[in-house]
Every structure is written in structure tokens, then in C-alpha cells.
């Protein structure tokens, strides 16, 4: 008896989709990309500077930090083998946190395995339903993902906006058992601050806390790469959450508060629960690059110095973090512009929506320590008349 086929309706959901993205110019693909050193990749048997690695500092590939990675591989094995809480705690993690805690003025720290576990699992840690959360509309994704976790009342207030933040707690504070203001401290798409004095005052004053994610700041910006906090002495971080992946070079991140809400956050966030411990070879790589970044303050400085330079060379408003958006509306036009800088020898990757709001896509410029200002001299006059096209 012949069976009739059942038709493979989610192939067919996936492809209408995937047509749907691509007339859009919004599809994507992964390109095979071997990062040579901190500055240079190969891409399809090609060259290219790069001006796309959040690797600000050029420390993933320092001796010192790889060979404290290998050291630690040798140690303590490639895997922590369990989650923290059963047999992954290896010793390692005990010296990252207090040199974490200790760099952000805070009591203690917790390590989580990437940014997004940390804000899925911090956030529902400490705000449930009947609570409070305001976001800045541009915040990383992985905030809005652990404010929905939560399943508090979750609200957006306009991007640096502070009388917004204020009509927004004024009129929905009362309501709540707690609050939560939360915001990047570096926007990873715009290179802008948040202006965190104001931020920080408006939350004391309606009894909120305060999370910044600060994972495009530690490392670049603020006294000693302290991060976008150190910018601002007067403001009160409650929870100072980062990366190890960005400016450390490894992988991982860490939140930094009260001795109690670490406690709490490792006894109650799913997220670090539920989840093996971070390899050993980044902890002791971020051990290694935290030593890098208080021995020198040259480097730390280097990456906001070559970001103005090319802010100087194209009238843009003065960077304020190692990052610089060349926003070029829509999708087509900065897909094309990026291929035209790869054309000559620059990576420079097209950012489109949804990472970015519609009709503002653009090329992310990343700088690093180890961009020459020739290099970055070149690349603005490579993207000046991109800039200009209609």
C-alpha cells in the first residue's frame, strides 16, 4: 500500500522566509574568515585589514595571553567537564572574579559563559512579575531577552533620553514592587555613551537599579580601561555586567555587584545553573589580559585616539568609544559599499536590520590598538566617497 509523502511544510516555511530576507538584501551567510593576527584576516584566499573585530586591543592573539591559555590547557584540560556549581569550578575562576570585582569598584563578580547568558540569567535573577524594567531602545538584544525572561512590565524609553527615563518612572514606578533601569554603557552599534551621571540620578531618586552592560568599554574607555562607568564617578552601577570577548580577546562574561547579589545570582541564575563552566583556557587568558591592560595605558588609549582620527578626517561627530557607524540608510547600498572596501583591501562589515533599526543600516568601523594612523588614514579616504554616493 503506497503511503502518501507528508509534505515537509517547515522546509517550505524556511524557504518562503529565506526568499523573503533576501529580496530584502537581509539575508545571511557565514564567511569563512581566518584572523591572521589582531588586524589582519583571510577571506576567500584574500588579504583584507580589518576594521570589523571587536578585539580592540589586539589581545587575542598576545603572546602572553595565548600562552597563559595554553598554560591553563595544560593544567587544567581543554573543558571544565560540569557546570561551576557541581565540579567546574576550577581555581582559575576565583582570581578572575576579584580582579574583575576589584577593577569595577565592586565587592565581587560572577563568570558567565557568554554576554547573553549573563543578562538571560541575571536579569530574571533579580525582577519577576510585578516588578519594573526600562530599557534604552538600543540596548543589546541580550537585554531585552533576560527583561522578558523576567516576566516584569518591560518598557523601552527613547535612546538617551532622560526626560523620557523621568515620565516613564514617574508614571510606572509607584505600581511596582521593583525597578530595573538597564542600558549598554557603550552602544555597540552607534559607539555612543550613555550619559550614565543622569541615568544613575534618576534611578536613585524613584528606588531603581541599574545595570549597564558594559562589554564595548571595558578595556577602551574610562581611567585604566575601567569601562564607561569611570567616565561618570558620581554614578551607582548596581549591576556592572561585561565581556571577556571583546577588548580581553577570549570568551565569556562577568557581572560585578554586592557581595549578597553575587551569592544570589549563583545560586539562582538558570543561565549559570545550568550551563558548563567557561573553559579554562579563557579564564586564565583573561587573567593574562587584565595584566596587559593595567601595565599599559598606551594600548588601553590607542583605540579612542585612532577612532578620532578618522572622525577628524570625515567632519563626523567626534567617536567616543573605538567604534564609528557609517550609517548608510539602506541595505543594498551598505552591502555594496562594504564589498567596494573589500575590493580594496578593507573589511569593513555591513551591519543590517534588525541588529540595526530599519532604514539604518551601515558599516560598523571598529578600531583597534594596532591600527597604524597610515592604515586609518587609508580607510577614510576609501570610505569618503562612499559617504557621498546617493
Same mark, same amino acid.
Given at each position: 500500500?503506497?503511503?502518501? *509523502? ?15 530576507? !533576501? $529580496? ?19 577571506? @576567500? ?18 603572546? $602572553? ?8 590547557? @595544560? ?11 557541581? #565540579?567546574?569550578? #576550577?581555581? %582559575? ?9 576589584? /577593577? ?12 547573553? %547568558? ?44 532622560? *526626560?523620557? %527615563? ?9 505600581? *511596582? ?15 555612543? /555613551? ?7 540620578? /534618576? ?6 537599579? /541599574?545595570?549597564?552592560?558594559? $562589554?564595548?568599554? +571595558? &578595556? =577602551?574607555? &574610562? ?7 569611570? +567616565?561618570?564617578? @558620581? ?8 565581556? %571577556? ?13 554586592? @557581595?549578597? =547579589? ?12 545550568? #550551563?558548563?563552566? +567557561? ?44 567604534? =564609528? ?9 551598505? +552591502?555594496? *559599499? ?42 577614510? !579616504? ?9
Amino acid at each position: 500500500m503506497h503511503t502518501p *509523502a507528508v509534505p515537509d511544510t517547515l522546509t517550505a516555511f524556511a524557504e518562503a522566509k529565506l526568499a523573503d530576507l !533576501e $529580496a530584502q538584501s537581509l539575508r545571511r551567510r557565514l564567511t569563512p574568515t581566518r584572523r591572521i593576527d589582531g588586524l589582519w584576516v583571510e577571506r @576567500g584566499g584574500r588579504r583584507l585589514l580589518s576594521f570589523s573585530c571587536n578585539d580592540y586591543l589586539n589581545l587575542s592573539h598576545h603572546p $602572553a595571553v595565548k600562552a597563559a591559555a595554553a598554560g591553563a590547557i @595544560g593544567a587544567h584540560g581543554v573543558g571544565a567537564g560540569a557546570s561551576r556549581l557541581v #565540579t567546574g569550578d #576550577t581555581p %582559575l575562576f576565583a582570581e578572575l572574579e576579584a580582579r574583575l570585582a576589584a /577593577l569595577k569598584g565592586h565587592e565581587a563578580a560572577c563568570v558567565f559563559g557568554s554576554g547573553y %547568558l549573563a543578562n538571560s540569567g541575571i536579569i530574571p535573577t533579580v525582577l519577576r512579575p510585578g516588578d519594573l524594567i526600562l530599557v534604552d531602545e538600543l540596548a543589546h538584544a541580550c537585554i531585552w531577552a533576560g527583561a522578558q525572561l523576567s516576566g516584569a512590565k518591560v518598557a523601552a524609553f527613547r535612546h538617551n533620553d532622560m *526626560a523620557d %527615563l523621568a515620565a516613564q518612572l514617574a508614571a510606572h514606578r509607584a505600581a *511596582a514592587a521593583h525597578a530595573l533601569v538597564a542600558t549598554d554603557g557603550v552602544f555597540s552599534m552607534d559607539g555612543d /555613551l550613555a550619559p550614565l551621571d543622569a541615568i544613575s540620578a /534618576l534611578a536613585r531618586a524613584h528606588d531603581a537599579w /541599574l545595570l549597564v552592560d558594559d $562589554a564595548h568599554g +571595558l &578595556g =577602551v574607555v &574610562g581611567a585604566s580601561g575601567r569601562g564607561s562607568a569611570a +567616565l561618570f564617578p @558620581g554614578a551607582k552601577v548596581d549591576l556592572a555586567m561585561g565581556t %571577556l570577548s571583546k577588548a580581553l580577546g577570549g570568551y565569556g562574561a562577568y557581572v560585578c555587584a554586592s @557581595g549578597p =547579589v553575587i551569592d544570589l545570582v549563583r545560586t539562582r541564575a538558570r543561565s549559570f545553573i545550568y #550551563t558548563t563552566g +567557561l573553559p579554562p583556557a579563557n579564564v586564565a587568558g583573561a587573567i593574562a589580559a587584565l595584566d596587559i591592560i593595567a601595565a599599559e595605558p598606551e594600548r588601553v588609549a590607542a583605540p579612542l585616539a585612532r577612532a578620532r582620527r578618522f572622525t577628524r578626517a570625515l567632519n563626523l561627530a567626534e567617536a567616543q568609544s573605538a567604534v =564609528v557607524p557609517i550609517v548608510l540608510g539602506e541595505a543594498a547600498r551598505t +552591502l555594496a *559599499a562594504a564589498r567596494a572596501l573589500e575590493d580594496q583591501g578593507f573589511l569593513a562589515v555591513a551591519i543590517r536590520p534588525p541588529t540595526v533599526p530599519a532604514g539604518t543600516a551601515r558599516l560598523r568601523v571598529a578600531f583597534t590598538a594596532g591600527h597604524s594612523e597610515d592604515q586609518v588614514d587609508r580607510l577614510a !579616504e576609501a570610505v569618503r566617497p562612499l559617504m557621498a554616493a546617493a
